[in-house]
């Protein structure tokens, strides 16, 4: 059980017994970060009962309903947010997400410079130093919408770098997948393979089980395209291991039944034998590196 899942349950507990606001913001962050969006938004929703002109509060209901789809809701609450501290950084930020997924670039850039722009509202350091990177996610993920690869990547590594500099392994984990998803899509397997090994890394080095299960979900299909059944026998492997030792953990396994993991897919996937969807023409390669 890692150290972070303890730290949970001790949030858990005290939170049982408390009437505190930050006791369920605590609680939300947690679950932000091991990606449990609908207990984020139990949790924000119940501190906004507790203290309703919290900025914060809002900011995690969005970001929650917006990682469960439900994009009215988290647009919103962000709105809320930056009526209750107009130019808030992470707002604004998360709308120009909302604008990014829907395909409004414009609207998304704009967003995305005010978010910048409004960067020195943070007194904490690594606060700020997250949402830039989260800014330069987003500014990656427009240029890839819209086929600029290279400037993609460019924006992308830069928010890797962001991302380690605050010691967050798993944001860092999930953008170094961001640049094996674009690879895989243009057709070069090869490279694809590469940097979901440097996500897979990335995802052990933060302990997050569910990125790790999806690098290796991903690099059985890569091992299969480029015809190496070896690496493709090493990732079945790989991936078994992890699922026993993930389920062996209560917490880890509740999830799992649940269906917030990935450990389901994988493991229905590879039971019905699936292949990869999406693999398009081969194209050359743009050389950048972790």
């Known amino acids: 059980m890692t150290d972070s899942w303890k730290t949970l349950q001790t949030l858990e507990r005290l ?4 009437t505190n606001h930050v006791s369920y913001v605590a609680l939300a962050i947690s679950y932000q970060t091991f990606g449990l969006s609908q207990r984020t938004v139990d949790n924000a929703i119940q501190a906004i009962k507790l ?17 469960l789809g439900r994009v009215e809701e988290s647009r919103k609450a962000y709105e809320h947010a930056l009526a209750l501290r107009p130019k808030y950084p ?19 850039q704009n967003y995305l410079d005010a978010a910048t722009r409004s960067l020195g509202q943070f007194t904490q350091p690594q606060l700020r130093r997250q949402t830039e990177a989260s800014i330069l996610l987003e500014r990656g ?6 086929g600029n690869y290279a400037q993609a990547f460019d924006f992308y590594t830069q928010a890797i770098e962001a991302y380690r500099s605050i010691g967050n392994h798993e944001e ?27 996500s897979l890394q990335e995802s052990q080095q933060a ?20 015809e190496d059944r070896g690496a493709q026998a ?8 992890l699922a026993a030792s993930a389920l062996r953990d209560r917490y880890t396994a509740s999830d799992f039944f649940f269906g917030e993991s990935s ?9 019905n034998g699936l292949v990869a969807q999406g693999f398009g023409a081969r194209s050359s390669r743009v050389e950048i590196k972790p």
């Open 15 to 18: 939170n049982a017994i408390s």
């Open 51 to 67: 203290k309703a002109d919290c900025v914060e509060c809002y900011w995690l209901l969005g970001s929650g309903y917006e990682n």
């Open 90 to 108: 992470a707002a604004l930020a998360g709308l120009g997400e909302l604008a990014e997924t829907s395909g409004d670039f414009a609207a998304a």
């Open 141 to 146: 993920n427009i240029e890839r919408d819209r």
């Open 172 to 198: 860092a984990g999930a953008t170094l997948a961001k640049v094996a998803e674009v690879y895989r899509q243009i057709g070069d397997y090869r490279a694809s393979a590469q940097w979901y090994d440097y």
């Open 207 to 226: 302990g997050d089980v569910d990125a790790q299960m999806t690098a290796l979900l991903r690099l059985y299909y890569l091992a299969g395209q480029i």
């Open 234 to 241: 090493k990732y079945e492997e790989q991936g078994k291991r």
């Open 263 to 271: 450990l389901a897919s994988f493991c229905h996937e590879t039971q």
